[in-house]
C-alpha cells in the first residue's frame, strides 16, 4: 500500500451529512463523523501510521488498479485485475435526505469477482479523534466495535474477522460471480448496533443508491456538450453539501498541502459565504432549485444572526450549522501528507476582514428571487440594516478574498463585490417595492465604481490590479463581467483580460497572483488554482473569444483525475494539489460550461 498515494488517486462517497476519500488501492484513508467537520475516524492521508485506516484489497500487490463511478451516481468501483482474475470493491454511503441531523452513518463496501478466483484482504484500524484517542475493541467472529470517546465503531462483515492488537483483519477468497460484504457504521458510543448485513441486502441497498443518484439527476435542465463533467460537477456539489442545513463545505478535506513539503495546509471543511453564494448561480443554470433555495434560507439566517448587532454582519465562513466558532489548532502529532507540516484543524481565516462577502452574499439572495425565494418583510429588513451597515464600512482595508496572512489592503475586488451589494440590493428593493435608503444605497454604488476605476487601475499594466496603488494583477477580478461591474466587451475590461493572459495565464493554467510580487505572509509558492482557470473561461467566452475559451475549457479536463474530480489546485508537473475534491472548482466548471455553451449557439445561429 502506498503510503500517500497522489491526492488525485481518489474518489469521493457521501451520504449528504460527511464524506470519505477511497483511494485506487481500496483504501479509505480520510472519513469524519458525523459531519464534514467532526474529528476523523481515518486519516491516514495526513498521517499514515497514525491516521487510521480500512482496508479492502486484493492480497496480491501487482494487480491493476482502475476507479470509476457508477454511471451517474455517487457510487464508487475500484476494480482490481490480474491474470488470475478480476474483482471489485463498490463503495457508497447512503444518502440520506432528512433535514434532521444524525449521528448514525455508514459506509457500504461490497466485494465481487467477476472472472478466475480472488483473494481479498481487509483491515480496519480507526483512530479516533484525529489520532489523539485510543479505543478499546470488541471482537466477534464477523462483527467488531470500536469504541473511542463518544464514538463507536462497528464493523461488520459476511466473512471472519480476527483481532490484530486493537484492529482487526479479515480474508475472503471468491470465484466468479461471488460476493461478499463489509459494513463500517459510526454512531454514539452507546448506540444501538446496526442488524448484520447480509449480501442479498446489501446489494438492494445498492441499487437503490444508483436509483437515489439516477433520478436525481435526470431533474438537471443541462443539455450542452459537456454532460459528462457537468454532471459529475453537480453530484460532487451535492455530496459536499451538508443536507440538514443546504450548506457546501469547500472541500472534504483538511490540511492537504498547496505545495508539497509547504506550510500552505488549511482546514477547508466549513461553508464560505462566497463559495456557497456563488453555487447558487451554478445550481440554477442546472435547474436544481431546491438546493439553491436552501443555501439562499442559510445565508439569510446568517445575516439575520448579527442584523442588529455591532461589528461585521457577516462572518467569512461557519461550519455547516452556522455556528461561528472554527478556532484553529495545530495537530503536532501528525506528520503531514507526504512531511507537509503544520496539519491545521479549524480556521483562523474566520476572524478575517473580507468585505466582497457582502456582494456575494446579495448576489445571491437576487438570484434567489428570481425563483420565488422570498425573504419575508424580518428578512428585508435584516437585508437593509446590513447594506445600510455596508454604507458606513465598505471603504476599509481588508485581507482580501485568498484570505491572505500578509496584512490588510485596499484590495480592489473587495471593493467591486461592495458595489454588487448595493447594485442588487437596489434592484431588489425596486422590483419587490420593500422600504430602502436607495438614495443613499445608490451613492455609495456609484463612489465605489468611480473610486475602482480611478484607483484600481494600473497605468503600467493597463489593467484593474489586486489593490490600490500597485501593479499586481488578480484572477479574482476575472468575475467583474459575470457581476456587470464591466461590460464583457468594454475596453478598460478587455485591457484587463490581456493583462492577466500576460501575467497569470502559464499553457492555460491560472494563477489566483503573483506571491513573489505580492507578499503574502507565507512561505513557498502553489500551483494554478483550478476554480480560476474556469473564471478565465468564463470570461473569454463573455468577451466573444470563444476559440481560445473552448480550448481552454477542453485542456483543464485533462487535468481532472481519474474519476473526473478536481483538487483546489494544479502543480508544475500536472498534479493535483490541496484540499480535495474542491467544490468552488466544480461549481465555476458548472458556470463556465453554460457560459461556454451558449456563446457557442450563438456563434452558431449567426452563421
Not at 46 to 52: F, K, N, T
Not at 294 to 299: G, H, P
Request: proline content about 5%; glycine content about 10%; charged content about 25%.
Amino acid at each position: 500500500m502506498d503510503r500517500y498515494p497522489p491526492i488525485a488517486d481518489h474518489g469521493l462517497v457521501g451520504d449528504l451529512q460527511t464524506a470519505a476519500l477511497v483511494s485506487s488501492q481500496g483504501v479509505v484513508n480520510w472519513f469524519c463523523s458525523p459531519r464534514f467537520d467532526s474529528p476523523s475516524v481515518f486519516a491516514s492521508l495526513l498521517d499514515h501510521d497514525r491516521g487510521g485506516y480500512f482496508r479492502l484489497a486484493p492480497e496480491h500487490a501487482d494487480m491493476t488498479c482502475k476507479q470509476l463511478y457508477y454511471p451517474d451516481t455517487g457510487v464508487l468501483v475500484t476494480r482490481f485485475m490480474s491474470p488470475e482474475g478480476v474483482g471489485e470493491v463498490i463503495d457508497w454511503m447512503p444518502a440520506n435526505t432528512s433535514r434532521v441531523p444524525t449521528d448514525r452513518h455508514c459506509l457500504m463496501r461490497v466485494i465481487r469477482v467477476v472472472r478466475g478466483t480472488v483473494r481479498f484482504l481487509l483491515e480496519c484500524r480507526p483512530r479516533f479523534d484525529y489520532g489523539r484517542a485510543g479505543h478499546e475493541l470488541d471482537l466477534r467472529p464477523q462483527e467488531a466495535v470500536f469504541r473511542g470517546p463518544g464514538i463507536a465503531g462497528h464493523l461488520q462483515a459476511s466473512f471472519p474477522l480476527t483481532r490484530d492488537g486493537q484492529d482487526v483483519r479479515g480474508a475472503v477468497t471468491l470465484g466468479s460471480d461471488e460476493s461478499a460484504v463489509a459494513v463500517f457504521t459510526t454512531c454514539a458510543v452507546d448506540g444501538e448496533a446496526p442488524p448484520p448485513p447480509t449480501v442479498e441486502g446489501v446489494t438492494s441497498a445498492l441499487w437503490r443508491e444508483v436509483d437515489f443518484w439516477q433520478k436525481w439527476l435526470r431533474t438537471s435542465h443541462y443539455r450542452g456538450r459537456w454532460g459528462e463533467m457537468v454532471n459529475r460537477s453537480a453530484i460532487t456539489i451535492k455530496l459536499l453539501t451538508y443536507h440538514p442545513t443546504g450548506a457546501p463545505v469547500a472541500a472534504a478535506t483538511m490540511g492537504l498541502p498547496e505545495q508539497v513539503g509547504g506550510e500552505r495546509n488549511w482546514d477547508y471543511r466549513y461553508s464560505w459565504v462566497r463559495d456557497g453564494s456563488l453555487s447558487v448561480r451554478a445550481l440554477l443554470d442546472l435547474g436544481f432549485t431546491e438546493e439553491a433555495s436552501a443555501f439562499t434560507k442559510w445565508l439569510g439566517d446568517r445575516m439575520h444572526d448579527r442584523a442588529d448587532l455591532p461589528g461585521e454582519r457577516l462572518q467569512i465562513m461557519y461550519r455547516v450549522d452556522g455556528d461561528p466558532h472554527l478556532t484553529e489548532e495545530t495537530l503536532d502529532h501528525w506528520e503531514g501528507y507526504r512531511g507537509s507540516r503544520p496539519v491545521r484543524a479549524g480556521n483562523a481565516a474566520a476572524d478575517q476582514l473580507q468585505l466582497d462577502i457582502y456582494g456575494e452574499s446579495l448576489y445571491a439572495m437576487a438570484e434567489g428571487m428570481d425563483i420565488g425565494v422570498e425573504l419575508g418583510y424580518h428578512g428585508w429588513k435584516g437585508l437593509a440594516r446590513t447594506l445600510d451597515w455596508l454604507c458606513d464600512n465598505w471603504d476599509r482595508p481588508d485581507e482580501g478574498v485568498w484570505e491572505t496572512r500578509g496584512g490588510r489592503n485596499d484590495f480592489t475586488f473587495s471593493r467591486v463585490m461592495c458595489w454588487v451589494a448595493f447594485d442588487r440590493g437596489i434592484r431588489m428593493a425596486t422590483e419587490l417595492s420593500r422600504p430602502a435608503d436607495i438614495p443613499r444605497w445608490r451613492d455609495a454604488r456609484d463612489t465605489i465604481l468611480d473610486q475602482v476605476m480611478n484607483k484600481g487601475w494600473s497605468r503600467a499594466e493597463q489593467a484593474l490590479v489586486q489593490h490600490y496603488g500597485g501593479d499586481v494583477l488578480d484572477a479574482s477580478l476575472l468575475l467583474i463581467p459575470r457581476v456587470g461591474f464591466l461590460a464583457a466587451k468594454s475596453p478598460g475590461w478587455l485591457s484587463t483580460l490581456d493583462a492577466m493572459e500576460r501575467k497569470l495565464v502559464s499553457d492555460s493554467l491560472v494563477y489566483r497572483y503573483d506571491p513573489a510580487a505580492s507578499p503574502d505572509g507565507l512561505r513557498g509558492s502553489e500551483g494554478t488554482f483550478s476554480l480560476c482557470t474556469y473564471l478565465y473561461v468564463d470570461a473569454m467566452a463573455r468577451a466573444g473569444r470563444v476559440r481560445p475559451a473552448r480550448y481552454t475549457f477542453e485542456k483543464m479536463h485533462t487535468y481532472a483525475n481519474h474519476v473526473g474530480l478536481f483538487a483546489e489546485e494544479i502543480g508544475p508537473s500536472g498534479e493535483q494539489l490541496g484540499n480535495f475534491p474542491q467544490a468552488f472548482t466544480h461549481l465555476s466548471l458548472i458556470m463556465a460550461a453554460s457560459t461556454l455553451d451558449e456563446a457557442l449557439d450563438r456563434q452558431r445561429q449567426l452563421g
